[in-house]
């Protein structure tokens, strides 16, 4: 008589683990990594069309901090709520709908005539985008076999360089060719919208959350058909486990059991890491262009200089993605850190073209690379029915530092100039690569599936 027990969730994840790297994982993972693409357009975009509106509606340096700002507040609640959202209702269904959001948000965008309906749409815009970027890279890592976990992570990380090229090579050709450039720029930020239906049918829900909502069956299916893609025999059938495995299960619990014995440690050092790596990301690469502006060199110009500099952030993810599995996750990251906070102090310090574009690709190298490893960390410190509460939160902190620095960055440029604003973000670094050693590392170990 044949065996009709489901599969637990240990095999189920065990399964998922010893999996070879297939067409499907590769499916899911460009699938991902396209919305992650687009979500870095869209934040790239706003540092170039900062710098178009601010000649074109003579902003101070108030209005634009605030219209990035904005994006960031929204990002930071949508951080929060989509990981919860992510726990209770699914990895794919949060990450379709808020590719939906804020494409249609940043569509919209294009339409406005004045300050405080941009300021609105922004919002939303930060809403969808905050709550995207932690659910994907949790939904990619609960896919990935254990020993290739780290790199496909930094791999699902390097689209952002992607999308970031993309808004360069639109801030450089389309934003100056007309007065309506930034708008045209808005108008291609709608993609996501469209895309947002692909993945919401073209994807599977993730087998881990599936099995930790008791969900077994649908679990043993889908990865059912990534051993079928793999060529290799289904996993055993195993009497099932009870689902109260799972150490939170309502809202209220996850949010506790984050700051239990267990978590305390790991959670404070991950959210000071979010935060340092956020202040000096955003207050750098926001700025950027503004502040090649105000040094005397002239939009086109300006805007060439960043597609440089941003082209140096794919080889920084492709050594951070080698490194990884390698070194480990807190060597990796706390490396790139360092060489993060010595790059932004050379930028600041720099005065000729030559300076200014080599620190500046250095800067991105490193910071582009930490980032990658950063994602690759987060949600592997976690056990299952915590991941995305716990991812979703780390993100949500550092948006605050997010929020913070496009509007402390012309405070800083007016009491000390860029060798100061430099100097501290190369210190929030420094602070960062000191924290990340509070981290775990589960490098080529199995996920935590309670």
Same mark, same amino acid.
């Given at each position: 008589?044949?065996?009709?027990?489901?599969?637990?969730?240990?095999?189920?994840?065990?399964?998922?683990?010893?999996?070879?790297?297939?067409?499907?994982?590769?499916?899911?993972?460009?699938?991902?990594?396209?919305?992650?693409?687009?979500?870095?357009?869209?934040?790239?975009?706003?540092?170039?069309?900062?710098?178009?509106?601010?000649?074109?509606?003579?902003?101070?340096?108030?209005?634009?901090?605030?219209? *990035? !700002?904005?994006?960031?507040? +929204?990002? /930071?609640?949508?951080?929060? =709520?989509?990981? #919860?959202?992510?726990?209770? @209702? $699914?990895?794919?269904?949060?990450?379709?709908?808020?590719?939906?959001?804020?494409?249609?948000?940043?569509? *919209? !965008?294009?339409?406005?005539? +004045?300050? /405080?309906?941009?300021?609105? =749409?922004?919002? #939303?815009?930060?809403?969808? @985008? $905050?709550?995207?970027?932690?659910?994907?890279?949790?939904?990619?890592?609960?896919?990935?076999?254990?020993?290739?976990?780290?790199?496909?992570?930094?791999?699902?990380?390097?689209?952002?360089?992607?999308?970031?090229?993309?808004?360069? @090579?639109?801030?450089?050709?389309?934003?100056?060719?007309?007065?309506?450039?930034?708008?045209?720029?808005?108008?291609?930020?709608?993609?996501?919208?469209?895309?947002?239906?692909?993945?919401?049918?073209?994807?599977?829900?993730?087998?881990?959350?599936?099995?930790?909502?008791?969900?077994?069956?649908?679990?043993?299916?889908?990865?059912?058909?990534?051993?079928?893609?793999?060529?290799?025999?289904?996993?055993?059938?195993?009497?099932?486990?009870?689902?109260?495995?799972?150490?939170?299960?309502?809202?209220?619990?996850?949010?506790?059991?984050?700051?239990?014995?267990?978590?305390?440690?790991?959670?404070?050092?991950?959210?000071?890491?979010?935060?340092?790596?956020?202040?000096?990301?955003?207050?750098?690469?926001?700025?950027?262009?503004?502040?090649?502006?105000?040094?005397?060199?002239?939009?086109?110009?300006?805007?060439?200089?960043?597609?440089?500099?941003?082209?140096?952030?794919?080889?920084?993810?492709?050594?951070?993605?080698?490194?990884?599995?390698?070194?480990?996750?807190?060597?990796?990251?706390?490396?790139?850190?360092?060489?993060?906070?010595?790059?932004?102090?050379?930028?600041?310090?720099?005065?000729?073209?030559?300076?200014?574009?080599?620190?500046?690709?250095?800067?991105?190298?490193?910071?582009?690379?930490?980032?990658?490893?950063?994602?690759?960390?987060?949600?592997?410190?976690?056990?299952?029915?915590?991941?995305?509460?716990?991812?979703?939160?780390?993100?949500?902190?550092?948006?605050?530092?997010?929020?913070?620095?496009?509007?402390?960055?012309?405070?800083?440029?007016?009491?000390?100039?860029?060798?100061?604003?430099?100097?501290?973000?190369?210190?929030?670094?420094?602070?960062?690569?000191?924290?990340?050693?509070?981290?775990?590392?589960?490098?080529?170990?199995?996920?935590?599936?309670?």
């Amino acid at each position: 008589m044949a065996n009709t027990a489901l599969p637990s969730r240990a095999s189920i994840a065990g399964r998922l683990d010893e999996l070879p790297f297939t067409r499907r994982h590769l499916r899911l993972l460009t699938g991902s990594g396209v919305g992650w693409a687009l979500d870095a357009m869209d934040v790239g975009l706003i540092s170039f069309i900062l710098a178009a509106l601010t000649q074109q509606w003579g902003l101070t340096k108030t209005d634009a901090g605030w219209i *990035a !700002s904005v994006g960031f507040i +929204g990002m /930071a609640i949508g951080a929060t =709520l989509g990981g #919860l959202l992510a726990d209770r @209702l $699914g990895r794919r269904q949060v990450f379709a709908l808020t590719l939906l959001i804020y494409g249609v948000a940043t569509g *919209a !965008s294009a339409l406005v005539s +004045g300050l /405080a309906a941009l300021l609105v =749409l922004r919002f #939303l815009v930060g809403l969808g @985008l $905050g709550a995207e970027l932690p659910v994907a890279s949790t939904y990619v890592s609960e896919f990935a076999p254990a020993r290739i976990r780290g790199r496909l992570i930094v791999i699902l990380e390097a689209f952002w360089a992607l999308g970031w090229t993309a808004a360069a @090579l639109i801030g450089f050709f389309v934003i100056p060719a007309s007065d309506d450039g930034w708008r045209w720029a808005f108008a291609l930020g709608a993609i996501p919208a469209v895309y947002a239906l692909i993945v919401r049918w073209g994807l599977p829900e993730s087998p881990r959350w599936l099995a930790s909502r008791g969900r077994i069956a649908e679990a043993d299916r889908i990865v059912a058909t990534f051993e079928a893609d793999a060529g290799v025999e289904p996993g055993p059938a195993i009497r099932r486990e009870p689902a109260s495995r799972a150490i939170a299960v309502t809202t209220r619990a996850r949010l506790t059991t984050l700051w239990n014995a267990e978590f305390r440690v790991r959670t404070m050092c991950l959210w000071l890491v979010w935060l340092c790596v956020n202040f000096a990301y955003y207050g750098a690469f926001i700025w950027i262009p503004s502040i090649l502006v105000d040094a005397g060199f002239d939009l086109v110009r300006s805007f060439g200089f960043t597609l440089i500099i941003t082209l140096a952030q794919l080889p920084g993810y492709a050594v951070a993605a080698w490194l990884i599995e390698v070194w480990g996750r807190r060597t990796t990251l706390s490396v790139f850190l360092v060489g993060s906070a010595v790059s932004a102090v050379f930028f600041g310090t720099s005065t000729t073209e030559t300076a200014i574009i080599a620190s500046g690709m250095a800067l991105s190298f490193f910071n582009l690379g930490a980032w990658g490893a950063l994602y690759a960390v987060t949600p592997e410190i976690y056990p299952t029915s915590l991941r995305g509460t716990g991812a979703g939160w780390a993100a949500g902190v550092g948006r605050i530092a997010s929020i913070v620095a496009p509007l402390a960055v012309p405070i800083v440029l007016v009491a000390g100039g860029a060798p100061v604003l430099f100097a501290v973000f190369g210190a929030c670094f420094i602070v960062a690569a000191g924290a990340a050693w509070g981290l775990v590392d589960r490098g080529g170990m199995a996920l935590d599936d309670r």
